[in-house]
Structures are given as structure tokens and as C-alpha cells.
């Protein structure tokens, strides 16, 4: 059992906490040894099932299936030997058919599988899905803000211009409590006596200039955000970040409000901005240092992020 931090393949980039199971594994190790990781899988209710055998080739259900789907669904990659003794990588890019047949076609019948790397971003996911939720709710209030979404961390700061402090408690109680396994005892609100002052203390040190910075960015439709949180979630999830690359993903909560208004206004604006909630920004640092090829490689991976965020996209 391999615990992958950041699985990228077949398109997939910045996974975070994929793991490998081997061949033989049962689930009361597997889940044992990513409850020390506080993460859990989609596997069965026995313990002295297989992981990767039967199991999960006939599709897999278990206590956790109503809420991320069958176990198979959480497939990445197999590694396997097929029938002519060759050993193959198979996923959704490579092997398509047999990544297609191995996924429910039942055990012992297409391949014998060494492994298979299986998607475990269970827990992350489902905060960031509950943050996606709240949003609309935040709109509705009058709410402003930037996040940023990086490794396994969510970053917020939200603004209200005269805001209402029962509707604020409110809703990060409703966040809470979509969340009770992490701890939001102490929530950090305040008042500020001024924009400039609030500019001043929380915005400008958050904004330097003056460094290298890729950017690609998608504005994110308030309807699809309403209609969609879980698909949103996904995608924003797939983009994130990685502080180990120097990548960011940066939510700009901007838009909606007096924005949709177009009583007249006309301009050339682009006309995406009038339907966002928000503005989606892939970003990615990069060093003088590194050579053009190294420069070119980023300058795909942000374009690349991107693409992720068009998933969602009407
Ligand atoms: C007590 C019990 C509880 C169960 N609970 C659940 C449950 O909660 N959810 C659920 O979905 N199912 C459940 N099942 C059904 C279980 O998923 C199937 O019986 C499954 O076929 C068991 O797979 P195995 O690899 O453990 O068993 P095995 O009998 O070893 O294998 C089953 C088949 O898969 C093949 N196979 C095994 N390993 C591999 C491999 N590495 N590569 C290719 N083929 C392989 C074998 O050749 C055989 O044909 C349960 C079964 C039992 C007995």
C-alpha cells in the first residue's frame, strides 16, 4: 500500500493522496493504514475482502458508495500481466478498452492485476464541495472575497461592505456544521473602520508585484455554481495548487451583484463577467533561473489547469 501525495497522469495533474494497493491487500489493512493518514477509502464492509481482486473488479459497493460512487469509480491506473504475459500500464488514456473492461467486467477475466492506484480525495473534496455550497449564500448576502486553493488547504477572506454580522455567524455556522470533523471554534471576524484600512492591513500584503507569474483563468458562471457544487468542487480540486511547484489556484470573488447589472450599460466589457460569480485564476510562479524548456513545461501545466476548469463550463 503506497500512498501517492500528488498523482498527475493521463491528463490528471495534482491528484493529491491517490493511493496504490497491491494485489492480495484486504480492507481492514487498508483501511487501518489510512486511518493513520485521516483519510479513508470507498471499499467493502468486509474486512477480509480483497482490495484490488474481485472486489474491485466487480464494481465494488460499501458504506461509503451512496456518497462517492462505486469503489471502481475511484480508479485511476492498473498495473496488470494480460494473457500474453505482458505487463501494462492501464488507464483512461493508455488501454482505454481494458481500463473500460477491468472496471466491473468481473475478477479473474481480462487480466491479473498487480495494482491499481485508486483517487482518495474523499475528505478534501468534500470541504471544498461545502465551500462551493456556501457561496451562493454569501452572494446573497453581499459578500465579496479571495480564496486560494492550495495542497490540502483552503485559504478565504471574505469582505462585506455594512455587513450583517447575524447573517456572517449564520452562514460559517452552516460551514461548520457541514463540517464537524474540523475544527471551526475559533472563526477570525472583525471590523475594519475603512476600505483604505482594510486595503492597507489585509489585501496589499496578500497582492505583491513585481515576480514572475503564468496565469490562465476562467470566469465561472453564478448558475453553474448554484446548480453544480459538486462538479465545481471537482474541477477547482483537479486545478489547485502545489506550493512545492509554486502554483496557485486563486478564486476572485468578484463578481455577481452590481456586476450582472447591465441597465445601461453598454460596453465592450467581456460579456462573461455579467453571468460570473467567479473569476478563476491558474497561477504559477517561475524562477529566472530555469531554462526555456523548464518555462515552456509550466506555461503548458497552467494552460493545462486551465482546460480542468472548462469541465464545468456551459
Ligand atoms: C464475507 C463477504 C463480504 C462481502 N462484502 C462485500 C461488500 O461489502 N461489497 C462488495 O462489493 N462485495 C462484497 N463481497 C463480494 C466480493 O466482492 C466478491 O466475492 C469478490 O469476488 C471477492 O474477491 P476476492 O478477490 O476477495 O476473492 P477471490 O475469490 O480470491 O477472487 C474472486 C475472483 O477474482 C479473481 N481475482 C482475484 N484477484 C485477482 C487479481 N489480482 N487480478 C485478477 N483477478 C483476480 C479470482 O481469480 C476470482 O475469479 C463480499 C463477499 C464476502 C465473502
Redo the contacts with the bound molecule.
Keep these: 500500500m503506497t500512498l501517492i501525495e500528488q498523482y498527475s497522469s493521463c491528463g490528471l495533474n495534482n491528484v493529491s493522496n491517490a493511493i496504490r494497493l497491491e494485489?492480495g491487500v484486504q480492507w481492514s489493512e487498508v483501511y487501518l493504514w489510512l486511518s493513520k493518514f485521516n483519510l479513508v477509502a470507498i471499499g467493502?464492509?468486509?474486512g477480509?475482502?480483497?482490495a484490488?481482486?474481485?472486489?474491485l473488479?466487480?464494481?465494488?459497493?460499501?458504506p461509503l458508495s451512496r456518497w462517492k460512487g462505486l469503489?471502481v469509480d475511484q480508479v485511476l491506473e492498473y498495473d496488470v500481466i494480460t494473457a500474453d504475459g505482458q505487463r501494462q500500464t492501464v488507464n483512461a488514456c493508455q488501454n482505454r478498452d481494458l481500463f473500460w473492461a477491468l472496471s466491473g467486467g468481473?475478477?479473474?477475466?481480462y487480466?491479473?492485476?498487480?495494482s491499481a492506484v485508486a483517487s482518495n480525495e474523499t475528505r478534501y473534496e468534500k470541504l471544498i464541495e461545502s465551500f462551493v455550497e456556501i457561496l451562493p449564500t454569501v452572494a446573497d448576502a453581499g459578500w465579496s472575497g479571495y480564496f486560494d486553493i492550495v495542497d490540502m488547504t483552503l485559504r478565504v477572506l471574505f469582505h462585506v461592505p455594512n455587513g450583517d454580522w447575524a447573517a456572517l455567524n449564520a452562514t460559517l455556522n452552516q460551514f461548520g456544521a457541514s463540517n464537524i470533523d474540523l475544527d471551526f471554534t475559533i472563526t477570525n471576524s472583525f471590523v475594519v473602520p475603512s476600505f483604505y484600512y482594510y486595503f492597507a492591513l489585509m489585501l496589499e500584503p496578500n497582492n505583491p508585484t513585481g515576480y514572475n507569474l503564468l496565469v490562465s483563468s476562467r470566469l465561472i458562471p453564478e448558475s453553474i455554481i448554484r446548480s453544480k457544487p459538486s462538479q465545481v468542487a471537482k474541477a477547482f480540486v483537479q486545478a489547485k495548487g502545489q506550493s512545492t511547484t509554486g502554483s496557485n489556484l486563486r478564486g476572485s470573488f468578484v463578481a455577481g451583484g452590481q456586476v450582472s447589472n447591465t441597465t445601461n450599460r453598454n460596453n465592450s466589457v467581456n460579456p462573461g463577467w455579467r453571468t460570473a460569480l467567479l473569476q478563476m485564476i491558474c497561477m504559477q510562479s517561475w524562477l529566472d533561473t530555469i531554462s526555456k524548456a523548464e518555462q515552456e513545461y509550466l506555461a503548458t501545466q497552467v494552460l493545462l489547469r486551465g482546460e480542468m476548469l472548462d469541465t464545468v463550463l456551459p
Design positions: 494485489a467493502g464492509a468486509s477480509t475482502v480483497s484490488v481482486g474481485g472486489y473488479q466487480g464494481g465494488g459497493h460499501g469503489a468481473g475478477g479473474g477475466t487480466a491479473i492485476v498487480l
